[in-house]
């Protein structure tokens, strides 16, 4: 049990968004946490454009580092930053996220209270607007309610608002770096932290809010990725737990997923949403295959 308020490193993978990356370091400048209980590591993973000035404009509100290294995937970045970390908790958010202001209030309660589990907090879509964004949103929602009914034995959170603690971090290796694209590296990371014996909590009062603007063509090419990394993440799996074959998911899996706008939204809307989240699968399912594909001509 911790008795005082627990150090948190804040972890910030970045690439080539300083628009975003300035409203993340503003979020976390108005955190309702004592300053001197946390400290900032911005990861510059190969930006074309320097950052220093964004996160320098910074030191006077946050105990904030920049760290460069060559583009390698936001994994990588995520170690990078949790080598040179000197918190008892890692605290990951993306640069395109800007959390509540009792984000880390929020986490400390719960490492108070069991400092050994990692925590896995709410993503809410901040770009009502974009219809690309909504579903998007829906599709991570969906995956929550599937994966973590039971909250306190969570099985996966996305890595842009999740803490670990730093020992069971290092323990396991971090980040697998072989994920090179923002697609499969938390789920992978997820199944590999409760195969070690760690034991993952669902906490929805621990809110980041995404801002990550989608267009049909960048919604396709996203959802493409998370099938690539969805290859990739049931390889590792199967070997990891020894499975004869992929453990997919039931059809019901799938279908159910389709439906889902139809009880977020309604009229034109949700059939509207509906269609974004067939078209999503078709993706995922086209970047799955490739990746097969890729793989069977690297063996042969």
């Not at 984000?103 to 809410?124: C, E, M, Q, S, Y």
């Not at 034991?199 to 809010?209: F, G, M, T």
Request: hydrophobic share 40%; proline share 5%.
């Amino acid at each position: 049990m911790i008795s005082k308020r627990p150090f948190f490193s804040v972890i910030i993978p970045t690439y080539n968004r300083p628009r975003q990356l300035r409203s993340c370091l503003k979020a976390l400048s108005n955190l309702d946490y004592p300053r001197d209980c946390f400290e900032v590591i911005v990861v510059d993973d190969g930006n074309n454009v320097s950052m220093g000035p964004i996160v320098s404009s910074f030191k006077d509100r946050l105990d904030v580092t920049l760290v460069r290294q060559w583009h390698g995937g936001p994994a990588a970045a995520r170690n990078t930053g949790a080598m040179r970390a000197r918190g008892e908790f890692l605290a990951f958010t993306d640069d395109d996220c800007t959390p509540a202001a009792d984000w880390l209030h929020n986490l400390a309660a719960r490492f108070i209270k069991a400092p050994d589990p990692a925590v896995g907090g709410k993503t809410i879509n901040a770009l009502r607007a974009n219809r690309y964004s909504v579903a998007s949103q829906i599709v991570v929602d969906y995956l929550y309610q599937w994966y973590n009914t039971n909250p306190e034995q969570a099985r996966f959170s996305a890595s842009n608002n999740l803490a670990i603690p730093a020992k069971g971090f290092h323990a396991i290796g971090g980040f697998d770096t072989t994920f090179t694209r923002a697609a499969g590296e938390d789920r992978e990371f997820c199944d590999r932290w409760l195969y070690h014996g760690y034991r993952l909590v669902y906490a929805p009062e621990v809110l980041v809010y995404h801002r990550h603007s989608l267009t049909f063509g960048t919604f396709l090419s996203q959802h493409f990725k998370y099938g690539r990394g969805a290859f990739r993440f049931h390889q590792a799996e199967r070997v990891r737990h020894n499975l004869k074959r992929v453990r997919l998911q039931p059809f019901s899996f799938y279908q159910c997923l389709v439906k889902a706008p139809l009880f977020r939204a309604t009229g034109q809307q949700a059939f509207m949403l509906s269609g974004l989240m067939l078209i999503c699968q078709i993706s995922t399912t086209v970047g799955y295959l490739w990746e097969q594909i890729l793989g069977t001509r690297e063996k042969c």
